[in-house]
């Protein structure tokens, strides 16, 4: 049993699924659209988002090596309609805390395989049809590298123009910024990650989701209704977001959004800002805070809040160093209930299809004698 609680809070905290490049903000690239097929960013990408991944993104790179598995198939007669793609994400954690009550020195380090599988997309001028085949099983410890043939996510879209999008099926609706180390207080703790820890067991978080964004070249905006999967929890939770932005000067993009949800055993509301600066070709910074207020059905209602900052500078082509800032605090009026990391980070893409993310961060919260060390290196690679 303490093996599996274990395993499940690293899980929980490097979620599967999903991956964006906010970043791109430096280089002008305000909305997703332009290498995505999602309005939202991240999964599978269109053509034009390959070439980028070549031309703008990784250090080194030959002709076509871009393309679906490196170009050695030849997809050009079918890339107006046909979108193919997967992804294999691992990521190796060490921890290092003196507890503070008992004394002790926990020191751990594992390599966790987190996410393999098949997208594919069916891509028309005013629809598309969107799915990820696969997933490892996470709940049976000695059986958690068994590849399963599940759809873990699924979603058409409807563009009846070019800035106003429907989006209806299984993912994460829109909500802050869209990075891929789900680790960060923004999206696993506000519960907005694409795992969850329900029941005693790890399952797939994407939600029963419908979704309309409008993407302007100044203006953004999405509303979203979703509901939790029943094979996931008793407890009726549905809810919805809302997000709104503006553009300034090609490459500043500030941002609100909030989050209202209810069930059988709770409420719970967000209301967050995001800025995303692209302060030159070089340096960009992400930072976002969320103030969360949840009230039980049976209890005492209580305000939280959750701060990101990271900051990179490209030292070169596909190599960024960073600063990282982590801040979670679920009671305001409790300072037991805090969380803080902070860091630096490398984020290096040496060849398309291949990216490696590494961060050191000391942490700080109550039940610690002094500060522990958190640290992880994600291996990510694109089909």
Known sequence: MKFRFKFAAVVLLFS????????????????????????????????????????????????????????AVDTSTVDE??????????????TDYANKATGVNNVDGRYINMQIGLEMGIIQPKWAIVGFLGQYNFNEP??????????????????????????VGRFQPNFGINLPDHNLSTRTRLEMGSLSYRGGKIS???????EVFWLGEEYNFSLAGYRIRKDLTDDNDKGFTYTASKVFAEKFKLGLQGLSEKSDVREK?????????GWNEKWSTLAEIDNVKTTPSSGVETTGIAAIHRTGYEAFKGF??????????????????KLYRYGPGLIWYPRPHFDFQLFYTKEQRSSLEGEGDYAWLMTHYYF
């Not at 309609?81 to 060490?94: I, N, P, S, T």
């Not at 797939?204 to 419908?210: M, Y």
């Not at 160093?321 to 009671?331: H, K």
């Open 204 to 210: 797939i978080e994407d939600k029963n989701t419908a």
């Open 16 to 71: 599967q699924t999903i991956f964006a490049f906010p970043e791109m903000i430096k280089h002008g690239y305000v909305n997703c659209t332009a290498c995505h097929v999602s309005p939202s960013g991240g999964g599978v990408l269109n053509p034009y988002g390959r070439n980028l991944s070549a031309e703008l993104i990784s250090t080194w790179s030959n002709k076509g090596e871009e393309g679906f598995l490196h170009g």
């Open 81 to 94: 309609w046909l979108a193919l793609g997967g992804d294999y994400r691992g990521v190796q954690v060490h």
């Open 142 to 167: 000695e059986h958690y590298n068994r590849l399963q043939a599940k759809v873990s996510r699924l979603y058409g879209l409807f563009k009846p123009t070019d800035e106003l999008t429907f989006k």
């Open 269 to 277: 509301k967000i209301f967050g800002l995001t800025g995303l600066l």
């Open 320 to 337: 960024q160093v960073l600063v990282l800032n982590d801040y979670y605090q679920s009671n305001k009026d409790n300072g037991a209930t």
